[in-house]
């Protein structure tokens, strides 16, 4: 198992500390502050385009493995 870094463990304690439902706009701005301390503040909008493209990508891609899987 791969040893966590402290800034991993720092995040893992703060997503235990979430509350089991959020609003979104509650939930919006946890993001954003998320990404914020990340990657600064000045990027958050670059960096959640750059997620946003990345993660349509892999649902993207998980859609046509199941398509595949699916035919066989």
């Given at each position: 198992?791969?040893?966590?870094?402290?800034?991993?463990?720092?995040?893992?304690?703060?997503?235990?500390?979430?509350?089991?439902?959020?609003?979104?706009?509650?939930?919006?701005?946890?993001?954003?502050?998320?990404?914020?301390?990340?990657?600064?503040?000045k990027d958050v909008p670059a960096f959640l385009m750059y997620m946003s493209v990345k993660v349509s990508n892999i649902?993207?891609?998980?859609?046509?493995?199941?398509?595949?899987?699916?035919?066989?």
């Open positions: 198992m791969t040893k966590l870094t402290a800034r991993q463990k720092r995040i893992i304690a703060l997503i235990r500390q979430l509350p089991d439902e959020m609003e979104q706009e509650e939930f919006e701005a946890l993001i954003c502050s998320l990404v914020s301390w990340y990657v600064g503040e649902f993207q891609r998980i859609i046509e493995q199941a398509e595949k899987e699916t035919k066989h």
